[in-house]
């Protein structure tokens, strides 16, 4: 199992969402968060002071998927959520040890 942790820009979630949907994919967290990446943002004055870097809205999503969904699921986000344009964001993959489904004590591949 892995997490795929995708940073995205907040407008192209619908289309993520909706591409994941068609593939099977309902289970995901989605939270608000602050960054920056290559670009630094830019420099800026912000009330006086140099701003070294500027941290721009994105949204995280988070998917624990089976290890033979990954390629697909990678795939699919970077297709609806690239624009051509920087800043269209980045994915880091994580090795997940176990899920646990609390209703039921399911674990493993089918409490995903
Ligand atoms: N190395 C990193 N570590 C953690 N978070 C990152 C990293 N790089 C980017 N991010 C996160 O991803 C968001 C989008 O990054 P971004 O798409 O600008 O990456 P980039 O490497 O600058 O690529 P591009 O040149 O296409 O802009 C950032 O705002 C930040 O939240
Ligand atoms: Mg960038």
């Given at each position: 199992?892995?997490?795929?942790?995708?940073?995205?820009?907040?407008?192209?979630l619908e289309d993520?969402?909706?591409?994941?949907?068609?593939?099977?994919?309902?289970?995901?967290?989605?939270?608000?968060?602050?960054?920056?990446?290559?670009?630094?943002?830019?420099?800026?004055?912000?009330?006086?002071?140099?701003?070294?870097?500027?941290?721009?809205?994105?949204?995280?999503?988070?998917?624990?998927?089976?290890?033979?969904?990954?390629?697909?699921?990678?795939?699919?986000?970077?297709?609806?959520?690239?624009?051509?344009?920087?800043?269209?964001?980045?994915?880091?993959?994580?090795?997940?040890?176990?899920?646990?489904?609390?209703?039921?004590?399911?674990?493993?591949?089918?409490?995903?």
């Open positions: 199992m892995k997490k795929i942790e995708a940073i995205i820009r907040p407008g192209k993520i969402k909706n591409a994941l949907a068609k593939y099977n994919v309902h289970g995901l967290t989605i939270t608000q968060v602050m960054g920056c990446g290559k670009q630094k943002g830019k420099t800026e004055y912000y009330r006086g002071a140099v701003v070294e870097l500027t941290l721009l809205q994105k949204l995280k999503v988070e998917i624990v998927a089976a290890d033979n969904d990954v390629d697909n699921i990678i795939r699919i986000i970077c297709d609806a959520a690239r624009t051509g344009e920087i800043g269209d964001g980045k994915i880091f993959i994580y090795d997940i040890e176990n899920v646990y489904r609390i209703r039921t004590g399911e674990s493993g591949d089918i409490a995903i």
